[in-house]
């Protein structure tokens, strides 16, 4: 019998591919009829060129993820065993694409089973929740590996600050992850770690300042950070570095113990002595105002009086011994702020997350992508000041 052809123009042809994509999962069908032409004719043009000795040996079934379900596909196999179809290199790259796509779902704050439902509505049947479950695992152990990568020998700045978050151990909780931030020599910034501690003390920030030693850090010229239990005592004991406490938690804390109608009067006062733009004034004077100021208060508040009398309140102005154009970038935490309302944002999704290291993990996933982006540029103003001169 004499084969025919049929001479059909492109939009004859588009037309007939039009009324196909209407029937139920015609655009996998017609996808998988493609590709399974594409690769008959690749072993065909292999065969003419490389085929000496070789021929075609039959078809194995393989499925890759289609639109919303699975290409059951036909690859053609040669009788050598040699051929390996391009087209089938490409779907394989998009089952890299998909992992991504697992990973910045999860990032985003979704659970193993939201993730599932949503590779299930693209791609269908094929991405098993075990398959979800291993693919979610692999992120968390890059995160982890991540979180104790091995750090630079001196950093110029160390900010830490802490975000709150509601976790389940035995009982669901809020507990503190304390992000510690630093400033590279090269002036740009880098996450040097997230760290859960349940218990403020001394020993504990030991610890947590040992283990960024082991890490490879051996010095730190400032440490900027809220008055938290033990910290001044252990950055003693391991660095002997400088400290900053936060001047601006300092002054919300005092904000407490007044009344509203005087904490305006009491504020517009304290600002002058708190000034970081007065160019001419050192951690001395400060100290000296604040103590008068607090004890004039203290007439009215006693705690005001016990504080004027307080050691180490020169802490809260160590920025007065640097330049004054870096001085707002050190007398607080709030640097740490654009990193926090991140890990805000991923984790306002989820009401308690089911236990500190999944906690780890998302905010461990914000701090590479923010450390990606916006702290590879450095802050040029940190070239003011020759007490952060590079010396390596």
Avoid at 50 to 55: P, S, V
Avoid at 219 to 227: A, M, N, T, Y
Avoid at 365 to 377: G, R, T, V
Wanted: positive net charge; aromatic residues 12%.
């Amino acid at each position: 019998m004499k084969e025919t052809s049929l001479n059909l123009t492109k939009d004859q042809m588009q037309s007939i591919i039009n009324e196909y994509l209407n029937k139920e999962n015609s655009l996998n069908e017609l996808f998988s009829m493609l590709v399974n032409s594409l690769m008959i004719s690749e072993r065909s043009d292999f065969l003419d060129r490389y085929g000496a000795g070789n021929k075609g040996n039959g078809y194995r079934q393989v499925q890759k993820a289609g639109i919303g379900s699975g290409l059951q596909l036909q690859v053609p196999r040669d009788r050598l065993g040699v051929f390996k179809p391009v087209i089938l290199g490409i779907l394989d790259q998009q089952e890299e694409q998909i992992k991504e796509l697992c990973f910045s779902l999860y990032g985003k704050g979704l659970t193993t089973r939201q993730i599932g439902n949503v590779i299930e509505d693209i791609y269908g049947q094929h991405y098993s929740k075990s398959s979800i479950s291993r693919i979610t695992d692999e992120f968390s152990e890059i995160i982890m590996s991540w979180l104790n990568k091995r750090l630079s020998r001196h950093y110029l700045i160390v900010y830490i600050d802490a975000i709150h978050q509601a976790v389940r151990r035995d009982v669901v909780s809020t507990e503190a992850f304390y992000i510690i931030l630093g400033l590279k020599q090269d002036y740009t910034r880098e996450v040097l770690g997230i760290i859960n501690i349940p218990q403020e003390s001394a020993t504990g920030w030991q610890g947590v300042l040992e283990e960024l030693k082991d890490r490879g850090v051996n010095k730190i010229d400032l440490f900027v950070f809220d008055d938290l239990t033990g910290l001044d005592t252990a950055i003693s004991k391991v660095f002997k570095s400088k400290q900053q406490k936060c001047m601006l938690h300092f002054q919300r804390n005092l904000g407490k113990y007044l009344r509203v109608n005087d904490r305006k009067e009491f504020f517009d006062g304290l600002k002058p002595i708190v000034n970081p733009d007065e160019i001419d004034k050192t951690t001395q004077k400060a100290t000296q105002e604040l103590r008068l100021y607090l004890k004039h208060w203290g007439l009215k508040y006693s705690y005001f009086e016990r504080l004027a009398n307080k050691p180490n309140l020169d802490l809260h102005f160590t920025y007065f011994d640097y330049d004054y154009r870096v001085r707002r970038m050190i007398y607080t935490t709030n640097w740490i702020e654009r990193l926090n309302k991140s890990f805000r944002r991923t984790t306002k999704i989820r009401n308690a997350l089911p236990s500190p290291k999944s906690a780890l993990i998302l905010l461990g996933y914000c701090a590479i992508e923010i450390e990606q982006n916006i702290y590879k540029y450095p802050i040029m103003n940190f070239k003011f000041e020759n007490k952060f001169c590079k010396i390596e």
